[in-house]
């Protein structure tokens, strides 16, 4: 079975500080992990994703986040946030093979104070 | 190239009553999955379709039912709607090979509220 946890429902950062968006993972069989995001009345875009290539994953918008196996995380971070980062943020693992669905976290919510 | 498209974007249904939700995929992927997303959850998924054949289904009772088209565009149906099926409903295309496998592309989804 396959599972994600995200740590912080609600995540308040101020414009030009670091963001940190925490994510563990259960997983049976070599996985796969990917944020997603969603932005009030749009759809789930992706922002990045891990398939056991290189364990830091650089994604859109300057966001990147790291496989720790070790540890089953994979949390999201931006060095520096900005007002139209915020949004809802979803963990989400599948199998690494064909067919799999995508299980999502329960999401966590940045918002960015000026 | 249209990305993800679903209709339609708004519904309302009144108990019992049976709906069907429509999607096309993003041009040039064969696969399609319908999610649920209750408001302040994550998505939930619902099946999967891949060769017009439904390939995983998740935790969903039989209501839920499915098809896709040999255009791979599919369609989602719920039968005896209930109040707890009011949820925004998200479809997710991918290819089931090459360099993107794997990536889900979603729509914009269709909001369902049941009276």
């Known amino acids: 079975a396959q599972s994600v946890t995200q740590l912080d429902s609600h995540v308040s950062v101020s414009e030009g500080t670091p963001v940190l968006l925490r994510c563990n993972y259960s997983?049976?069989?070599?996985?796969?992990l990917f944020w997603y995001v969603q932005h009030p009345n749009k759809g789930l875009q992706l922002l990045l994703k891990?398939?056991?290539?290189?364990?830091l994953v650089k994604g859109i918008n300057g966001f990147e986040a790291e496989f720790k196996k070790s540890e089953t995380s994979f949390h999201l971070t931006k060095p520096s946030a900005h007002m139209s980062d915020a949004a809802e943020y979803f963990c989400?693992?599948?199998?690494?093979?064909?067919?799999?669905?995508?299980?999502f976290g329960k999401g966590t919510t940045l918002s960015v104070s000026s | 190239d249209a990305g993800v498209t679903q209709s339609p974007t708004h519904l309302i249904k009144t108990r019992g009553q049976q709906v069907t939700l429509r999607c096309s995929p993003k041009?040039?992927?064969?696969?399609v999955s319908w999610y649920q997303q209750a408001l302040g959850q994550g998505p939930q998924f619902i099946f999967q379709?891949?060769?017009?054949?439904?390939?995983q289904r998740g935790n969903f009772p039989d209501r839920f039912s499915g098809h896709q088209f040999p255009n791979y565009s599919s369609e989602l149906n719920v039968n005896a709607l209930l109040l707890g099926d009011s949820a925004l409903y998200l479809c997710?295309?991918?290819?089931?090979?090459?360099?993107?496998?794997?990536?889900?592309?979603f729509g914009p989804g269709t909001r369902l509220t049941v009276l």
């Open positions: 997710a295309s991918s290819l089931d090979r090459g360099l993107d496998w794997g990536e889900q592309f």
């Open positions: 997983s049976s069989y070599s996985p796969s």
């Open positions: 891990y398939t056991s290539a290189a364990t």
């Open positions: 989400v693992v599948t199998h690494n093979q064909a067919g799999t669905a995508l299980i």
């Open positions: 041009s040039g992927h064969d696969t």
């Open positions: 379709y891949y060769e017009e054949e439904e390939r």
